[in-house]
């Protein structure tokens, strides 16, 4: 049985539903908004929560309210078919990736309500065991970058582990100040976005900078123009993919077996996806890490449950949602997390 047949028939019933409207600051300096998906029915609830980026995306769908025809009586399978055939955005979202982080926000919240209804845990239905998440503090240094975001954070919690975005301004007094911190695990050079705030066009002097400066850290989405393969081919083993996996097909087109792979379940855009990733990776000896999209409310424990039952033990960029902000407060939980799944749902804490 695949793990997603371990959960596609699941009763499920939608009386109504809700959206509710999140926003922060974050610590990559913008205003980020989100909508919690609250699907009802049978006396209980369901969360999910929409991590499209774009803020009129969210304002759009808030102004419209609960529009979809969602009543009835379904499985999770026949949910996800039913959605399918929806229009999910008031208009045309601006990036198409929107249209599966929306899917996977509706998807999350429907699963959580049908195992609610079943007076079930997720980890109990799929036979699995919540274990202790490692996690990441995924940072960007600024511009001009500097140290202090990262040692001002190792000052208050001095265990901490982060995945830093190399810039082309990074200088060499930079990179031994942070190889000094013995507290770089990844280093993401975002190579495979384009016309976003986070761009980095591929340079081979600051690529090789920091692989060799950081000859343990995973290398996550080079951007491998000629030049820049060439330099990194004695590093295969540590480069992963994450802005270019949005399904079993874009693992299988990689220019080369990964060892790892970021499977990030809003990308993936469902259940079934990611869940059939995770048996794919597993039955190819393909590792995994989780990653998060700056989530505000619930969509953030349930990635770091999805985490605790497939990778528990990897550089997961699931930090607690406290650590966004520029200046975590004090107290906030320390890596690994320890298992906290909720009695019944898909709900962590």
């Given at each position: 049985m695949s793990t997603y047949e371990r959960v596609a028939d699941l009763a499920l019933r939608i009386e109504d539903y809700a959206l509710e409207g999140l926003?922060?600051?974050v610590s990559s300096d913008f205003e980020r908004k989100s909508t919690v998906i609250r699907l009802r029915g049978a006396g209980e609830e369901g969360v999910g929560e929409d991590v499209v980026y774009e803020a009129v995306d969210h304002e759009l769908a808030q102004e419209a309210g609960p529009a979809l025809p969602l009543a009835g009586e379904w499985t999770v399978r026949s949910f996800a078919e039913h959605l399918a055939t929806l229009e999910l955005f008031v208009q045309p979202p601006q990036r198409e990736v929107s249209q599966l982080y929306r899917t996977w926000a509706y998807e999350s919240a429907a699963l959580d309500l049908a195992l609610r209804q079943a007076a079930r845990p997720l980890h109990a239905v799929l036979g699995r065991r919540a274990q202790p998440v490692t996690f990441v503090i995924s940072l960007r240094l600024g511009e001009p970058p500097s140290l202090e975001p990262v040692a001002s954070r190792l000052e208050r919690y001095p265990s901490l582990r982060f995945k830093l975005d190399p810039t082309t301004s990074w200088d060499e007094e930079l990179i031994a100040g942070l190889v000094a911190t013995g507290a770089v695990d990844s280093v993401d050079?975002?190579?495979?976005?384009?016309?976003?705030i986070v761009?980095?066009?591929?340079?081979?002097?600051?690529?090789?900078r920091v692989v060799e400066a950081f000859?343990?850290?995973?290398?996550?989405?080079?951007?491998?123009?000629?030049?820049?393969?060439?330099?990194?081919?004695?590093y295969r083993d540590r480069i992963t993919w994450d802005a270019n996996i949005h399904s079993i097909a874009d693992i299988e087109a990689l220019p080369f077996p990964p060892r790892m792979v970021n499977l990030k379940p809003s990308?993936?855009?469902?259940?079934?996806?990611?869940?059939?990733?995770?048996?794919?990776?597993?039955?190819?000896g393909i590792g995994a890490y989780g990653g998060g999209q700056f989530e505000l409310g619930?969509?953030?424990?349930?990635?770091?449950?999805l985490a605790s039952l497939f990778h528990p033990g990897t550089p997961n960029d699931t930090s607690p949602s406290g650590f966004h902000v520029m200046h975590p407060e004090p107290g906030l939980p320390s890596s690994p997390l320890a298992p906290s799944p909720a009695p019944t749902g898909f709900r962590w804490g």
């Open positions: 926003v922060q600051m050079f975002k190579g495979l976005y384009s016309g976003t761009d980095q066009a591929p340079d081979p002097v600051l690529y090789r000859p343990d850290a995973w290398i996550e989405d080079p951007n491998l123009t000629d030049e820049v393969d060439a330099l990194l081919v004695p990308r993936l855009g469902g259940i079934e996806p990611l869940l059939d990733a995770y048996d794919h990776c597993a039955e190819r619930p969509g953030r424990g349930q990635i770091q449950y």
